[in-house]
T-cell receptor, first 113, second 111 residues
Framework: ETGVTQTPRHLVMGMTNKKSLKCEQH?????MYWYKQSAKKPLELMFV???????ENNSVPSRFSPECPNSSHLFLHLHTLQPEDSALYLC????????????FGPGTRLTVT | EDQVTQSPEALRLQEGESSSLNCSYT??????LFWYRQDPGKGPEFLFT???AGEEKEKERLKATLTKKESFLHITAPKPEDSATYLC????????????FGKGTLLTVNP
């Protein structure tokens, strides 16, 4: 595997379910990001981890819970989501902060029913 | 709060018909402006970073330029494979990590 991978690619869940999104980067980067991309809206930064420490939390509801067990893996735990949370969730990584370009995974298309 | 506005929202070109995409921004202390390309069903792919007004970067048929208020992505003699959504993002002074993205321009190049 190369670059940034995300699983699953598609996920349908009910509002009472609990699920997790997984991201893995094979680039040796130190920073990892979660973004939300909704139709007709710009990419929204959700969380940033640098060297496994959360450095940004962009006013995201508590029903989204990130976890970064090491510098190569990032998870987004989901519980009691709302239909408006349906979106494409993108993971990205970079060498360091924003002075470095971010490399994105293919995303997880989430549908909340 | 940093803001990015991209225009037009959508652009249709004939193959070989050159044009430009615009990215206007307001930011407190621009530290970098980024261009990405996003194909349907995929994550954004990095194209360019510009750091200061007057800077230009080129890659194949694409050239990005930067002024103090906006950036242009010039597409010369486009091909159908250039069809994608082009995203602009700015890195301002408020965070070491946060990029503020525009909504993108959907470019379609017809053969």
């Amino acid at each position: 595997e190369t670059g940034v991978t995300q699983t699953p690619r598609h996920l349908v869940m009910g509002m009472t379910n609990k699920k997790s999104l997984k991201c893995e980067q094979h680039l040796g980067h130190n920073a990892m990001y979660w973004y939300k991309q909704s139709a007709k809206k710009p990419l929204e930064l959700m969380f940033v981890y640098s060297l496994e420490e959360r450095v940004e939390n962009n006013s995201v509801p508590s029903r989204f819970s990130p976890e970064c067990p090491n510098s190569s893996h990032l998870f987004l735990h989901l519980h009691t989501l709302q239909p408006e949370d349906s979106a494409l969730y993108l993971c990205a990584s970079s060498v360091g902060g924003s002075s470095y370009e971010q490399y994105f995974g293919p995303g997880t298309r989430l549908t909340v029913t | 709060e940093d803001q990015v506005t991209q225009s037009p929202e959508a652009l249709r070109l004939q193959e070989g018909e050159s044009s430009s995409l615009n990215c206007s921004y307001t930011v407190s202390g621009l530290r970098g402006l980024f261009w990405y390309r996003q194909d349907p069903g995929k994550g954004p792919e990095f194209l360019f970073t510009l750091y200061s007004a007057g800077e230009e970067k080129e890659k194949e048929r694409l050239k990005a330029t930067l002024t103090k208020k906006e950036s242009f992505l010039h597409i010369t003699a486009p091909k159908p494979e250039d069809s994608a959504t082009y995203l602009c993002a700015v890195w301002g002074g408020g965070s070491n990590y946060k990029l503020t993205f525009g909504k993108g321009t959907l470019l379609t190049v017809n053969p």
